[in-house]
């Protein structure tokens, strides 16, 4: 006869809760809220890697309960994006999560997330403009979007969101501020591969070729942060960047920027804190990074 301490699944081992509904999901949190807990909430879209996990890490260092939510968000997408090959793996990000510190994941359905007649849409502009936004046009007002419901669904405490996405970063920051929504918003800096690669789901379409070439995007934005830290005037910065970046294999360039790091408009030095933002395509996969450039200091981003 087994033992009852032998038949006990370690806690590391027990399956993370899951809830799939806007009740079941407000229900936990407000008995948590009752307790007098806190509660941090890290949105994602899944397929999770180390990067995520450093998020759930730092979010359960800010609040008592951690929900993490999985959703990969139609109304972020265009139609010819990749919403319908985005990989999805509940089953592994489940057990990732639970051995994170997470204590309940939010995996709504499209159906639950935008029901029949759904017919609300939220425009950001400011940092919501340029960069991303220029190529990817439908793609922030889709994350104000699921953002806000989900901000409005989980009533978190504190939100935990990557600097690998910048610029999603300052616009969620800014139509949180714009529409009085309580939740305090927290970014944590890119998680790199050890080539310097930001880690980042979309990694998964690069051939072993174009992953090995891949790290030369961060290569080529630390060495540009260092001389615009120096002084340097962007302009040639950024061209000898777009060289680089297409002599190592990316095919097309969708931009290569400084920014102001507060509000992300256009620098044409780093007077200030500035961002160095880009995205560029290797084969199938665009991949986006961005580093600090601190006049007169380089801290790699
Ligand atoms: N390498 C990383 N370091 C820190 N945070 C990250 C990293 N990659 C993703 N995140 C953060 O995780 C959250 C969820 O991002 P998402 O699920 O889109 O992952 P992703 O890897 O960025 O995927 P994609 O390839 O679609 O860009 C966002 O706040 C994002 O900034
Ligand atoms: C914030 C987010 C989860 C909204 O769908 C998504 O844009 C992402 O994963 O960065
Ligand atoms: N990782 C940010 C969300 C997106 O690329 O659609």
Redesign the pocket.
Known sequence: MTSLAAARVPESEQPLPVVRSVDDLRAQVSSWHREGKTVALVPT?GALHDGHLALVRRARELADRVVASVFV?PT??APH?DFDRYPRDEAGDSRKLASAGCDLLYAPTVRAMYPEGFATAISVGGPAEGL?GTF?PQ?FG??ALVVTKLFLQAQPDVAVFGE??YQ?LMVIRRFARDLDIPVRVEGLPTVREADGLAM???NAYLSADERARAPELNRALLDAAAALAGGAEAAAVLEAVRARVSAAGFGSIDYVELRDAGTLEPVSRAERPARLLAAAWMGKA?L?DNVPVIPGAVIPG
């Open positions: 879209m968000n972020q997408f994006e991303c990817r793609m889709g994350v690998k996405d999603q980042s789901s979309r665009r986006i």
